[in-house]
């Protein structure tokens, strides 16, 4: 029920577009700032 919900409605598939959105948005965000703290380690560390 939930899954038919989700993936045939109109409303269900922006749900997941959503979803998906917020999930990549996160991943992006988590790499980005893991970067920018690698590299103020390096800062100190010279």
Same mark, same amino acid.
């Given at each position: !029920?939930?899954? $038919?919900?989700?993936?045939?409605? &109109? /409303? *269900?598939?922006?749900?997941?577009? @959503? /979803? %998906? *959105? @917020?999930? @990549? =948005? *996160?991943? %992006? !965000?988590?790499? !980005?700032?893991?970067?920018? !703290? &690698? $590299?103020? =380690?390096?800062?100190? *560390?010279?």
């Amino acid at each position: !029920m939930a899954w $038919e919900l989700l993936f045939g409605s &109109d /409303i *269900g598939l922006m749900s997941l577009a @959503v /979803i %998906v *959105g @917020v999930l @990549v =948005i *996160g991943a %992006v !965000m988590g790499k !980005m700032y893991s970067s920018k !703290m &690698d $590299e103020e =380690i390096r800062k100190a *560390g010279k």
